[in-house]
T-cell receptor
Framework: GAVVSQHPSWVICKSGTSVKIECRSL??????MFWYRQFPKQSLMLMAT?????????EQGVEKDKFLINHASLTLSTLTVTSAHPEDSSFYIC??????????????FGPGTRLTVL | QKEVEQDPGPLSVPEGAIVSLNCTYS??????FMWYRQYSRKGPELLMY????GNKEDGRFTAQVDKSSKYISLFIRDSQPSDSATYLC??????????FGAGTRLTVKP
């Protein structure tokens, strides 16, 4: 149980285009999902907290107009990287917390999406 | 000073060795402590979850939390080549504030 999927697993796009990444909790409902970015050999950096039915909360330094987050249902959150640039190339990972376990902050991670912007 | 400090390694041990991985932290409000394993180009996988101080054992893995010293450990007994991965410690005081260590790269040589 507690499986989280991401799609796509990798994507290559041209500079200036937008890319959408999906995060799905497959066997549980998640009121809260998180989006992280991970550069090579570095730890996870929290970008934003996605709450079903409300606006996402962004970490300091993360541009909300560039990284659009939508959490339209209890099993799906999407991250759209708008007007992507080469410096946005990174490994994007989502996590989901089963509804009712938010106090424990027990996050289950997706497999990640590798974005390369040319 | 970072909230969570973790030696990035790399750490290389022979098969069968006992591995000790550690993290220190500065925020005394942290009360939920986790260890994740991350294989290359994959998402982190939750290994151990501990609330407050104490020990927790699961198979070959033992997690220890010493809140008085702000120090947590993960021990791996009878290490296997398949244990080769990056191990991330993580901790939080409440919801929505998880902080990760830098991760320790472990290699278990056959």
């Amino acid at each position: 149980g507690a499986v989280v999927s991401q799609h796509p697993s990798w994507v290559i796009c041209k500079s200036g285009t937008s890319v959408k990444i999906e995060c799905r909790s497959l066997d549980f409902q998640a009121t809260t999902m998180f989006w992280y970015r991970q550069f090579p050999k570095q730890s996870l950096m929290l970008m934003a907290t996605s709450n079903e039915g409300s606006k996402a909360t962004y970490e300091q330094g993360v541009e909300k107009d560039k990284f659009l987050i939508n959490h339209a249902s209890l099993t799906l959150s999407t991250l759209t990287v708008t007007s992507a640039h080469p410096e946005d190339s990174s490994f994007y990972i989502c996590s989901a917390v089963p509804s009712g376990r938010i106090i424990r902050n027990e996050q289950f991670f997706g497999p990640g999406t590798r974005l390369t912007v040319l | 000073q970072k909230e969570v400090e973790q030696d990035p390694g790399p750490l290389s041990v022979p098969e069968g060795a006992i591995v000790s991985l550690n993290c220190t932290y500065s925020n005394s409000a942290f009360q939920y402590f986790m260890w994740y394993r991350q294989y290359s180009r994959k998402g982190p996988e939750l290994l151990m979850y501990t609330y407050s101080s104490g020990n927790k054992e699961d198979g070959r893995f033992t997690a220890q939390v010493d809140k008085s010293s702000k120090y947590i450990s993960l021990f791996i007994r009878d290490s296997q080549p398949s244990d080769s991965a990056t191990y991330l410690c993580a901790m939080s005081a409440r919801s929505n504030d998880m902080r990760f260590g830098a991760g320790t790269r472990l290699t278990v040589k056959p």
